[in-house]
Every structure is written in structure tokens, then in C-alpha cells.
């Protein structure tokens, strides 16, 4: 039975080799960067869990097929001390990935709250089915105009809904927050690089919940004040 | 006809069950391919986006209310747990009786969404304040369907548990009865405790859209997120309503198909199940990371989501280990419950993802989600469904399925599923969000799109295979060559006919101290 | 001009109450909605009542009350901020906040007349328990042209009115998170200790510390209302709560009744 526990500890040791601090220094630009990182770690970590798990299922079921119409089984019977054995020493293995993953994700979780001190604050209203955005200096803009940012400064959203739950969900930004009525809620990203991204609703909220689109618009400082002139209400 | 109507048998019972989910599924399918249909290419092509929208709300609603968590307590605890444990009928038959019509009742009234004016377009969660002061969907259907199944299982639950608790068979102890039973007293203990809540919720959403009140209205005092919670608070343990139930019957069929008792059946029971009972009341708000909570209830509701994979672990473990030193015999069922083996993995891993609140701040509501339930309800929960009806036809007909048609609608659905639901994981990585009439925005994604629409048209043909093998060879299939095909060690196979008559077991059954439903070695003693 | 001409002072009460039609009292409210999560600007520089200077930010590392007064104002504003001190120490008397540790108080003057000395005058005259002394900032602009720009970011209207020789402004608490965000903004006139309680532990509710878990379970049980800008019970919590008795009250009524008829079948037997 000893021989089973061949499988299950490569799982071990390659978690503990993962939680090994090489990034635990974390300098990362931005939290969209470090969800690549944490993402690409838990693909390698369900990844070999899944692969243990699935190479033991299929040999196990090509192997123990019957030979005979009277064959039957010859799987353990185990004393109480076994049966915790087999019970206990899973358990601690699953638990401590929970918790080198529970680790991580807080980690990532704490950078993604964290809203840096030179953020610029735009307010975003949603409502059935547009987006409004209002710039600290009064400029405004909707969906089909964009949310025009300037590169390299980090924006923090602060949300409300003016009807029912919206959500703004950059994808390629990896965050997204509900818009709830009655309360502000709020998101950041860190526009680094000049160009286009989607966001889009992804709270549903009626007919046209699917057309609640519109594209984030990445510009350069000097694109960004000459359009927020432009936009003043 | 009068007999079925006025039954109190369990079992009569529980084909009704059988019947009214499959009926659920069935439409609850064809919505499923509509709204594939409407998806396979960018812009509206088949249907208006309300319609879509009506029937995204059916598809979710049928599927879990009618379908799931129907088939997979009321039929399968109503057919096969009695006999199980060797108790002549459930501890209240006319109770039973009743709940099975509440619940048919409930079907009917959710049927009738496409016949009213306003059908309800508010998804199957019915957050506040769409569906109370914006939709104008019939926000009653669903509250009264809910309310209607809700005190079926309700009723379903008090009877079981009763049953269990007092009517098993002279000599049966607590470590001697089938997992299968304790999958379904972990089910019916969260039905019992968390329904009325749910029940509570939707009472209060029809008083605030009918009557005038002002439970959820935030200007008024009111809170959305509380909804959300209440809502969660019930439908995330109603996973586990799913779960348990499916894991219970594969672990019965592969132990009775591999010839093996259970591995580790102590540490499946006590960790697993009561393991899953307990942390899964405790896990509701993973769906509600993205909903402006604060942040300390965010990253404690990840550890113990992430936790949950512990007794999941566990009893997959004992999923898989009871083949070990098997003597696996490969019938439809078996073909069933192996592919769990596969989906239970792909289901549950990529759950993890999801536990963490700062991944889901990706992932959520996106096709990746929409990805995962339906690997672990739309596939494993189902496919263990499938698996008990081809696995105890023979005890409920007294004849043979068709095991070659069996088999090839077997193939057909499980290489239907998987084409369509990797390339949704996929785009759900990427950013597709769920619940889209249309993806003007993200036109790359046809592709993918098309090709699980090409998956769902084999599932579709998978599923009609099945239905025709199921109706002809109950009707006319082969006789069984005996009561116990499968040489299962379990009472309901030992002990009854096929079909088992009026009172199940012709002998009230009793059991010896070392006797377990799980024993398959040639008795050399006597 | 002529329409702030028409307006009678409404010197006496601690709320404002126009007489008039012609002036908007929404004008001299807050529009909560609107500016909830607004954050105060963390470097405007302010001056204490002692005449040291110190940074917005630097306050609001914990959650703070906010009140906007001046401090040549000899009716309303002292009445005002005399509420607030009543209202803190009641709330406190609830037992579940602590001023000091949850909460800090900041009156800050929108006149530019006032100074570090008009400021302590009036401190002294509000004549505070040893506590609130400690607690309590009364402070004025550095720099004149912050005030505009402070009050607008916040929607806060106030103007001069040469005949009656006084301000006409909003008499608003407003709560500030430790991050120095707009959490609640309540008007006089109908709070009770409870709500400035309830105020103070929003504003910390995402800064758990296990002492405060009963102020969190006190801080679920009600939610705010923003048309009364009052707290009151959460009845959906209490009726969920309740309904968890439901179903195993029903399943106890039913194992009972089994066993009854299992012991009278054992009897029989």
C-alpha cells in the first residue's frame, strides 16, 4: 500500500519548490502583471494535481480490468490507524496547497486593492445601458467616446449604478467590480503602454446587457489634456 | 393510469421523479441548443435578445430546480435508498406522494413561463433590483416555482432523514449502510437548513415587485447585497445537493462494477460528505467577490472555498482507489461513471481558480465559470444520473438496455461535451463574459463559439440515443436473465425482484454484524 | 444676491430651515449619492487650534467626523457642534465604540477670517469632556485657496450674506474612512446616538480587529437608508435568520412522530 504514496508525494515536492520566495519579493508594475504570474502558477498547479490524478484513474482502469466471469476484487482493507493514514495525509497535502495558493492569492488580492497615492480618480455611473465617465478636471465621456487615460498613471474608478447591478470588467486588465446601487465601489489599473482594450458589462442587467461595451483608450499626456480640454462639460 | 396518480410506492414515487426531470431536461435542452444556435454567429441571428434572455432564465432555472437537484434526490433517494437500507417503504409514503406533485406542479407552473405575456427574463439568481423594479418579467413564476419545489424537497428531506434514521433493516449499523445513503442524509441535511431561506429571499423580492415593500431597495433602506447573500446562502450548498448524490451513486457503481468495497469508505463518510456538509455552508460568498463586499470577507471566503478541496480530495481519492486491484467489468454505467472520474477532475480543478477572490476578479462571470458548473452540474452530476438509470434499469424495468446503443451515445455525448465546453474555458480566459445575447466586441471568439455549437449538436444526438434506448428497452428489451446482473453485494440487488413488487423484499431483510453492502469475497465459511 | 436678501435667518435651531420658498433646501444638503466615496484631497494643509500645521492625510489615518463651520458664527455652528459632542458621547455609552480609537472629530472652518485663535476660542467655549479635548481638531485653511476647492470636490455650498452678517451652509457630519473617503453624510435634525454608532462602524468596517466583532454584528443587523439619511433594521437578515428554524423544526416534529410509532409498534409487537 506504501507504494501509493509514490504518487501523491511528487505533488508535495513540487508544491514546496514552488513556494520557494523568488517572488514573494514581488516587483511587480502592476497587479495585472502579477495576476499572470499567480494565474501561470495555478495552471502548473492543477495541472500536475489533475495529471497524478488522472494517469493513476486511467491505469487503474486498464489495468484491473475482470480476467474472469468470477473474478473480484483484491482492494484494501484497512485497520482504523490506515484508514486515517489514507484519510489525514491527503488532507494535509490538499491543505497545504490551499494554503500556498490561499497565500498567493492574497498577496495578488491586497495589490489589487491597493490603490496607488497618484492615482487619477474617475467617476464611472452605469445605467441601462451606458457608461458615463466624469474626470476630476470636469471632463466627461460615455461608452462610445471611451475611457480616454493618459499612459503611465494609474487610474482608480470609483463606480456607482444608477439603476440595477452593472459590472465593468476590463479583460485585458484582469479586474472587474459590480456596480452596486446604494454603495461606491472602486477599481484600479495601471495604463501602461499606449493602445485599445474592451471593457463590457458583465453583470446582467437587462435587453441590452451585451451592448454595454465600449474601449478603454490608452493615450499619450499631452493626446490626453488636449482631449480632456476638448471633453469639459 | 389511476395507480400512478394515487401512489404512495416509493418507487412509483420515484420513477414520477425520473419522468418530470427528464421532461425539465428535455426542454430545458432545446433552450440550450437555441441559445447555442443564436451564439454561433456575432450579431442577433435567430432570436431577439429578450427572447434570448427568457430562455437563458428557463435553461438555468429548469436545469438546476427541475432537473438536477429533482433527479438527483427525489428520484434516486426516492427509487433506491429504501431498499438500500431494507426498509419496506419511506417513514410518511403519503407525504412522499405529495411532494412528488408539488414538485410536478412546480414544473408545470415553470412551464407556463411560455405561455404568460411577461415571462421572466431575470436568470435563475433574480438579483434585486432587476427583477423587482426594472424587469418586466413575471417575477411570481419564479418566485412560486421556488416556492413550490422548495417545500417539495423540503417534505422530501424530513421523510428521508426520518427513514434513514429508524427504518433500516434489523442489525444495521451506522458504518454498514451504502455511501450512497449518507451522500443523500449530507444532501437532505442542506435541503433542510438552507431551502426555507432561499425560500424567505424570493418571498421577499415578490413582496417588494407586488406589494410595495422596500426590502431591497437600496434608496429605501434597503440592501442588494443582503439578496445576493440570502440567495448564495441556500444556492451555493445546492451545489452540494448536486454533488453528494452523484458521487454517492458512482461510488456505488464502480464499487459493484470493480468488485471492490469502497477505499477508505470511514474517511469518504466522515471526512468527505460530513466534510463537504459542513465547509459548504461556509463558502457562499466565492460568488460574490466581485460585488463590492469588504475586503476581509472576501479573503476568508477564500480560504475556506479553497479549503472545500479538501473532502472533494478525499473522496475522490476513494472515487478512484476502489478500482485499485479491481475486477472492472465495462457496461453503459461503468462508461458513465469512468468518465466522472475525468470530469470530477476537470470540474474540481478548475474550481481552485475560482476559490481565489483575486483570480475571480478575472474570471468571474465569464465563460470560464459558465465552463466549470457546467463541467461539474451540466456533466458530472449528470452523467452520474445517466449512469444510475443505465446501472439500475434492470432493476427497475426487469429488462436490458441495448448495450451497443448504450455505448455510442455514450461516445456521442462525451466527445460532445468536452468539444463544447474547452473552447469556452478558452474564451473565458480570454475575457468572454457570460449571459451575451451577442459578442459585437469580442468577433474573435466565433470560432470558438462554433465549434462547441458543433459539440452541442452531438450531445443532442447523444442524448436522443439514449431516450430511445431507455423508452424501447423498457418497453421491450430484452428480460433480465436474473434479479442481480451485476452480482452487486448491495439489498436492493440480493434482496428484491426485478422489479421489486409492493414492499420491496419478500423476506423482511436482516443483517449480521460483519455484513456490508460492499463484500464481494466468496464466503468460505458456510 | 436679492434671493439671499429675502432668506430669514434661521439663527435659533441646529438644522437649517429656509422660510422662504424661493431657496432650495436641497442647496444646504449634501448630495450623499453623489459624492459617497469622494476622497477628501490628502495635502490640503491645515492649521490646529495651537497653530501647528498639519496635512489632511495625516488626520485621517483613522476614521474621522468631518464638520464644516465658522468659528465667528454665534448661533447655529457652536449649537451644531455642540450636538455632535452630545451625539458621540451617547453613542459611546452604547458600549461599542470608542472615541479616540474608532473615531477622531475634525471641525475645520470655511472662513477666511478664522485663525488658530478664533479657532481656540471657540474650542474653549464648547467647554469638552477630557476626551474629546484630546480628540477633537478645530482647524482652519492654510491657504486660502484651498477652501474653494475643498468644499466643491465635496458638494458642499455655503455663501456669505452681508445683511444678516452670516454664513448660510449645510450642517452635514460627514464620515471619513481611515483612507480619507466619503463613507456617510448625515444631517442634523433627526440623528440618534444609534446612527452616529452605526456611522462610525461603516467607517471601519473593512478594518476588521476581533474586539470589534460585536460592533460588526451590530453593524450587519441595520442598513442605511439614504432617502431619511437614518439607519434602521435589516428585516430581511432577522426574517432569513428565522427560517433556518423552519425546516428542522420540521424535521424534529417528524422524527418524533416516527419514533412514537415505532415504540407503539414495538409495544404491540
Not at chain 2, 434585486?128 to 413564476?141: D, E, H, I, K, R
Not at chain 2, 481519492?317 to 472520474?341: D, E, H, P, Q, W
Request: contains cysteine.
Amino acid at each position: 500500500m506504501n507504494r501509493w504514496m509514490f504518487f501523491i508525494f511528487p505533488v508535495a515536492v513540487v508544491m514546496s519548490a514552488f513556494t520557494l520566495p523568488a517572488e514573494a519579493a514581488g516587483d511587480f508594475q502592476d497587479h495585472t502583471q502579477e495576476f499572470e504570474v499567480v494565474w501561470h502558477h495555478l495552471l502548473w498547479d492543477i495541472g500536475i494535481i489533475g495529471t497524478i490524478f488522472g494517469v493513476i484513474s486511467a491505469v487503474f482502469l486498464i489495468k484491473y480490468r475482470r480476467k474472469s466471469p468470477n473474478q473480484v476484487g483484491g482492494g484494501p482493507r484497512f485497520t482504523m490507524a490506515q484508514s486515517l493514514a489514507w484519510g489525514l495525509i491527503p488532507a494535509l497535502i490538499f491543505m497545504a496547497d490551499d494554503f500556498y495558493l490561499a497565500a498567493q492569492g492574497w498577496k495578488l488580492w491586497i495589490d489589487q486593492r491597493s490603490v496607488p497615492e497618484n492615482a487619477m480618480e474617475v467617476q464611472v455611473t452605469g445605467q441601462m445601458w451606458s457608461w458615463n465617465f466624469e474626470y476630476e478636471n470636469g471632463a466627461t465621456s460615455d461608452n462610445d467616446e471611451g475611457l480616454v487615460v493618459p499612459v503611465g498613471t494609474p487610474v482608480v474608478l470609483r463606480m456607482k449604478s444608477e439603476d440595477v447591478i452593472h459590472s465593468f470588467f476590463i479583460p485585458d486588465f484582469r479586474i472587474k467590480e459590480d456596480l452596486m446601487p446604494g454603495r461606491v465601489t472602486y477599481l484600479w489599473f495601471n495604463p501602461a503602454k499606449i493602445g485599445e482594450h474592451v471593457f463590457t458589462c458583465t453583470e446582467f442587467c437587462g435587453t441590452d446587457h451585451s451592448h454595454m461595451f465600449g474601449k478603454v483608450k490608452i493615450v499619450s499626456k499631452q493626446q490626453f489634456d488636449q482631449w480632456s480640454e476638448a471633453h469639459k462639460s | 393510469m389511476k395507480e400512478w396518480i394515487f401512489t404512495t410506492d416509493h418507487k412509483r414515487v420515484g420513477i414520477l421523479y425520473l419522468i418530470g426531470s427528464m421532461a425539465a431536461f428535455a426542454v430545458a435542452g432545446l433552450l440550450a441548443m437555441a441559445i447555442r444556435f443564436e451564439l454561433t454567429w456575432v450579431g442577433p441571428t435567430l432570436i431577439e435578445a429578450d427572447t434570448y434572455n427568457v430562455f437563458l432564465y428557463f435553461h438555468g432555472a429548469a436545469m438546476i430546480l427541475g432537473f438536477l437537484i429533482p433527479g438527483l434526490t427525489g428520484f434516486m433517494a426516492n427509487y433506491l435508498l429504501p431498499m438500500m437500507i431494507g426498509a419496506h417503504d419511506v417513514a410518511f409514503p403519503r407525504l412522499n406522494a405529495l411532494s412528488v406533485w408539488l414538485y410536478w406542479f412546480g414544473i408545470v407552473l415553470a412551464l407556463l413561463t411560455f405561455v404568460v405575456p411577461d415571462p421572466p427574463d431575470i436568470m435563475w439568481t433574480g438579483y434585486a433590483p432587476y427583477s423587482t423594479q426594472y424587469s418586466s418579467g413575471n417575477l411570481s413564476f419564479y418566485v412560486f416555482t421556488v416556492h413550490l419545489i422548495g417545500f417539495s424537497s423540503l417534505l422530501g428531506a424530513v421523510n428521508f432523514l426520518c427513514t434513514v434514521i429508524y427504518m433500516r433493516a434489523p442489525g444495521m449499523g451506522w458504518n454498514q449502510i451504502n455511501f450512497f445513503v449518507w451522500t443523500i442524509l449530507g444532501a437532505f441535511v442542506i435541503q433542510l437548513i438552507f431551502v426555507p431561506v432561499l425560500a424567505t429571499a424570493v418571498t421577499l423580492l415578490l413582496l417588494d415587485k407586488y406589494l410595495g415593500t422596500s426590502f431591497f431597495v437600496p434608496s429605501a433602506g434597503g440592501d442588494v447585497l443582503l439578496y445576493e447573500n440570502l440567495f448564495w446562502f441556500y444556492s451555493h450548498p445546492a451545489v452540494y445537493v448536486i454533488l453528494l448524490p452523484a458521487v454517492g451513486a458512482l461510488m456505488e457503481i464502480i464499487s459493484t462494477m470493480s468488485k471492490n468495497p469502497i477505499f477508505n469508505y470511514r474517511v469518504a463518510v466522515y471526512g468527505g460528505v460530513w466534510g463537504v456538509v459542513l465547509l459548504g455552508s461556509d463558502v457562499w460568498a466565492h460568488h460574490l467577490y466581485t460585488s463590492g463586499m469588504v475586503d476581509w470577507v472576501r479573503i476568508g471566503m477564500m480560504v475556506t472555498t479553497l479549503i472545500i478541496s479538501v473532502p472533494v480530495g478525499l473522496i475522490t481519492i476513494s472515487l478512484v482507489f476502489t478500482l485499485y486491484k479491481g475486477a472492472i467489468r465495462f457496461n453503459t454505467g461503468m462508461y458513465y461513471a469512468a468518465s466522472c472520474l475525468y470530469l470530477i477532475l476537470i470540474g474540481g480543478l478548475t474550481g481552485i481558480p475560482l476559490a481565489m477572490s483575486s483570480l475571480t476578479l478575472h474570471l468571474g462571470e465569464t465563460y470560464f465559470v459558465m465552463a466549470h458548473f457546467h463541467f461539474i452540474m451540466g456533466m458530472l452530476a449528470t452523467f452520474a444520473l445517466f449512469a444510475s438509470v443505465y446501472h439500475w434499469f434492470p432493476k427497475m424495468t426487469g429488462r436490458m438496455y441495448n448495450e451497443k446503443v448504450g455505448k455510442a451515445g455514450f461516445w456521442l455525448n462525451f466527445i460532445g461535451v468536452n468539444l463544447t465546453f474547452y473552447p469556452l474555458f478558452i474564451i473565458g480566459v480570454e475575457g468572454m463574459p457570460r449571459r451575451y445575447f451577442d459578442y459585437e466586441m469580442f468577433p474573435q471568439f466565433q470560432g470558438s463559439q462554433q465549434l462547441a455549437t458543433v459539440g452541442a449538436i452531438l450531445v443532442a444526438a447523444g442524448i436522443a440515443v439514449m431516450l430511445i434506448n431507455w423508452i424501447y428497452s423498457a418497453i421491450s428489451g430484452e428480460k433480465a436473465p436474473n434479479n442481480n446482473p451485476w452480482e452487486s453485494a448491495s439489498l436492493e440487488w440480493t434482496a428484491t425482484a426485478s422489479p421489486p413488487g409492493p414492499g420491496n423484499f419478500p423476506q423482511p431483510p436482516e443483517v449480521s454484524a460483519d455484513w456490508t453492502p460492499y463484500d464481494y469475497q466468496p464466503r468460505t465459511a458456510s | 444676491m436679492a434671493m439671499i436678501v429675502a432668506v430669514a435667518p434661521g439663527v435659533a435651531s441646529g438644522a437649517y430651515k429656509p422660510t422662504v420658498s424661493d431657496i432650495d433646501p436641497e442647496l444646504f444638503r449634501l448630495d450623499e449619492s453623489k459624492y459617497l466615496g469622494a476622497k477628501i484631497d490628502p495635502d490640503v494643509i491645515l492649521v490646529d487650534e495651537k497653530g501647528s500645521e498639519f496635512a489632511m492625510g495625516d488626520f485621517t489615518d483613522k476614521s474621522a467626523v468631518l464638520v464644516l463651520s465658522y468659528y465667528t458664527c454665534d448661533g447655529a455652528c457652536p449649537a451644531f457642534n455642540a450636538e455632535l459632542e452630545g451625539l458621540l458621547e451617547e453613542a459611546e455609552a452604547l458600549g461599542r465604540v470608542r472615541i479616540g480609537d474608532d473615531v477622531r472629530i475634525l471641525t475645520i472652518s470655511f472662513d477666511k477670517n478664522d485663525n488658530a485663535m478664533t479657532a481656540a476660542h471657540f474650542k474653549k467655549n464648547m467647554g469638552l469632556s477630557e476626551r474629546l479635548e484630546k480628540n477633537w481638531t478645530f482647524a482652519t485653511f492654510k491657504n486660502h485657496e484651498d477652501i474653494s476647492k475643498f468644499t466643491t470636490k465635496i458638494g458642499f455650498n455655503f455663501f456669505w450674506s452681508p445683511q444678516d452678517r452670516m454664513f448660510y451652509h449645510p450642517n452635514a457630519f460627514i464620515f471619513l474612512s481611515p483612507e480619507g473617503r466619503i463613507v456617510r453624510v448625515m444631517h442634523s435634525s433627526n440623528i440618534e446616538p444609534r446612527d452616529m454608532e452605526l456611522a462610525i462602524i461603516d467607517t471601519n468596517f473593512n478594518r476588521l480587529q476581533p474586539s470589534q466583532i460585536i460592533a460588526i454584528a451590530v453593524g450587519l443587523c441595520y442598513s442605511y437608508n439614504y432617502k431619511e439619511g437614518k439607519y434602521g433594521l435589516n428585516y430581511p437578515l432577522f426574517i432569513a435568520v428565522g427560517s433556518l428554524f423552519i425546516g428542522v423544526g420540521a424535521f424534529v416534529y417528524g422524527a418524533l412522530k416516527v419514533k412514537k410509532r415505532v415504540k407503539s409498534k414495538e409495544m404491540t409487537a
